[in-house]
């Protein structure tokens, strides 16, 4: 573990960093950090589900998507508000993960990986050939900023700091929910479900309000990506998106709530830095899919505390990938 | 009438392609227990390498053999240098084939560009013949019975040979077989590189079929890790079975409810999966 202070004051130091130096940036650096910030709260909430309960879904942008496509639709076509928005684009993630989770929480280890991808096959699918309802591959486009009473978010800088509050906002609420009891009785599933049945815990609610919960928090995401793309489409919901997410997760350090924020950052940066560049991007990003599992299995955190562990001459490693196995 | 009886040709000859695709899929799963992402990028790999044969020789039955065993052998390597390393670990599996399929379809449009193409099939395979009111194509006639050929060999290969009894033990308990002084690990680098050969011999066929493109890695993945997740993992008849249904599905669900047709095909899965999490075939 880095020492409480001295973490406190890390993120004290990039939270402050983050809040002033906007102003200051040209527009292209902004887009950049509201991307990587919208996406980091895309990847905390898959963190919930993979680093702290042991669940790895592989269709963790169903949640996303539908949210960012309650978004498009109620925007384009009912001209509805911040607040309706955000209430329906929620209640839509929440609703589709109380569905599903109640077929996928009743399987483990690599079926859980394969139903998840199934049912969220089913989401793509609509949004791919519901046409009439969802343009189908042309995408909704046009979805306007939204105003909040008197204040427009049309402004690049002005949708940064939309996007930092509900950031820090989520940040906030993961926290207290990791170390809540309730996140603690996770952490255990995690380490032994099998412990934590006979210990009189249910089992399969926690991991079922987990679910809940990694969703909501993603259709958090989704509803800010589709304000800010202006344009949502079935790439929203698509197999990559989720397997993008959890090389975030597992690029920044699984079980940690910095972790798959940093590697948000990172991946979000690379693949419009590196796009910039070359036009081989793709084949860049599938060298850094291979490389975080070669070179960093436990992530960019894990990899830090390891070393420091090291130094203290402690073996106790975080929950990384190792840990998740079937 | 007409249209239930091409409709259902059309299916099951789909559902036939998918069988090549996905009886691969689930004899690496059973035996390795590795949800493979790039195993889409083996039908399009598979598809590209048949193509270049066809266009350099001519010579379609070259093309078949050529295409899949140039994946084949790429198989053994990934499997070999890479996969091997992350026993157990599901999610570094996912990540990295992730990664080698990412590869595969960039390599892929660099060398063979982003035209689609269709695999120029021999004048025997092409054309139509008609039954009273119905018009079948030659074609689709032909991965019938090159499906059917595949699973009757697979069949007998796994239920009557000694290599085929020792992979069905390495399926049913790995560690068990190893006990008994099976190699696993050379059993499951023989898999792996039979899948992935299963893969890009679909590819290749498929080439001719609905042709090679960009991206059909990707479309086609799916539709194989459903028809192994409804059939059952490592399951041999829950790929038969699987296939034929999802081909059928997929095929009325497009001509009957196109809006809602990738609906109508996942959504019966989800519920097959509701009642039997394991698939119709599948042991715990």
Known sequence: ????????????????????????????????????????????????????????????????????????????????????????????A???????????????????????????????????????????DTGISGVPRPT????????????????LVTFLVAFGLLLLIVRSPFGMSLRGIRESEGRMRCLGYNVWLHKYLAFILAATFAGLAGFLWAYYNGFVSPVEVQ????????????????????????????????????????????????????GVILFAPQGLIGALRERQSQDRKSSRYPAGIKGDTA | MEFWVTQSFNGVSYGALLFLLASGLTLIFGVMRIVNLAHGSYFLVGGYMGLTTVWRTGNFPLALFTGSLAVALIGIGMERLFLRRLKNQVLAQVLMTMGFALIFQDLSLLIWGGDPYTIPVPPLLRGSFRLSLVVFPVYRLFIILAATAVGIALWLF?????????????????????????????????VFALGAFLAALGGVVGGGFIGVYPGVDFEVLPYAFVVVI??????LPGAIVGSLLVGLLDNFGKALFPELSYFTLFAPMAVILALRPTGLFGKV
């Open chain 1, 1 to 92: 573990m880095m020492g409480g202070r001295r973490r406190i004051l890390a993120l004290l130091a990039v939270g402050g960093l983050l809040v002033v130096l906007p102003p200051f940036l040209s527009a292209y650096p902004l887009t950049l950090l509201t991307q990587g910030l919208i996406f980091a709260v895309f990847a905390m909430s898959l963190d919930l589900l993979l680093g702290y309960t042991g669940l790895a879904s592989l269709g963790h942008a169903a949640y996303f998507g539908v949210a960012a496509y309650v978004v498009a639709l109620m925007t384009t076509l009912h001209q509805a508000g911040f607040w309706t928005c955000l209430v329906l684009a929620l209640l839509a």
């Open chain 1, 94 to 136: 929440i609703v589709l993960s109380a569905t599903f989770g109640l077929v996928a929480i009743r399987a483990v280890g690599v079926y859980f990986l394969m139903i998840t991808l199934a049912l969220a096959m089913v989401v793509w699918g609509l949004a791919f050939r519901w046409v009439s309802l969802t343009q189908g």
């Open chain 1, 148 to 163: 909040l009473g008197p204040w427009s978010f049309a402004h690049q800088t002005a949708f940064y700091y939309l996007t």
């Open chain 1, 239 to 290: 197999l990559i998106t989720s397997v993008e997410t959890l090389l975030m997760v597992a690029l920044g350090g699984p079980g940690t709530l910095v972790g798959p924020a940093l590697g948000a950052g990172i991946i979000v940066f690379l693949k419009n830095f590196v796009s910039v560049y070359t036009k081989r991007w793709l084949l860049i990003l599938g060298g850094v899919y291979i």
């Open chain 2, 158 to 190: 796994l239920e009557k040979t000694r290599a085929g009894a020792t992979i069905r033990a390495a399926v049913d308990d790995g560690e068990m077989a190893q006990g008994v002084g099976i190699n696993v690990p050379v059993v499951s680098m023989g």
């Open chain 2, 230 to 235: 409804v059939g059952g993992l490592g399951s």
